[in-house]
């Protein structure tokens, strides 16, 4: 499969099933789970066949591990903007996560934190590196440290999702350290 396939059948997944999958007739469950064998009958009626094989090659070799496959069931990893449970159990971060974003939204996070926006949650990286990346998508990245640490200590709750991206409901300002 070469790459330009590659990334157009993972930005089509992600579309349907983190935000609308809808569009295509699919059903999600609670949790965000739906049949693979239900997936690929809607992309084929939709004017988007995908092939078993290639579904299982953007699976296996997405870099950010966007999609979880559970037995016959496929789903996104996190990200959605529909209501799901993704039912990730509470867990401890580390002491410092990580988020990318750029110089044009510090404004707006230096006033309110971190929020999820359109989605469920705010994304965290594990590492500076990952966070360089995802803030880089929108422009010359902005690395925000935030005190996981200290939040957790606070009470706020975090989840761990399969691709290791840390989810929280927001980051008050307070926990986020800026760049100088």
């Keep these: 499969m070469d790459e330009r396939r590659t990334v157009k059948v993972s930005k089509y997944l992600s579309k349907h099933l983190r935000h609308q999958p809808e569009r295509i007739g699919l059903t999600l469950d609670e949790h965000g789970w739906t049949e693979i064998d239900a997936l690929l009958a809607a992309t084929a009626a939709h004017g988007f066949p995908i092939t078993r094989a290639e579904l299982d090659h953007v699976v296996a070799t997405n870099d950010k591990k966007r999609f979880a496959v559970e037995?016959?069931?496929?789903?996104?990893?996190?990200?959605?903007t529909i209501t799901v449970d993704?039912?990730?159990p509470a867990a401890e971060p580390p002491a410092y996560?990580?988020?990318g974003t750029v110089a044009d939204r510090l404004p707006a996070i230096r006033a309110e934190g971190l929020r999820p926006m359109a989605r469920h949650d705010v994304h965290l990286s594990p590492d500076r590196e990952t966070a360089t990346r995802v803030g880089a998508r929108r422009g010359r990245p902005v690395v925000l440290s935030v005190d996981a640490g200290a939040m957790h200590r606070a009470g706020h709750e975090f989840r761990v999702s399969a691709n290791g991206v840390w989810l929280t409901a927001a980051v008050p300002a307070e926990f986020i350290r800026f760049p100088g």
Aim: proline residues 0%; without cysteine.
């Design 71 to 80: 037995g016959t069931r496929i789903r996104a990893s996190q990200g959605h």
């Design 97 to 99: 996560l990580y988020h």
């Design 86 to 88: 993704l039912d990730l």
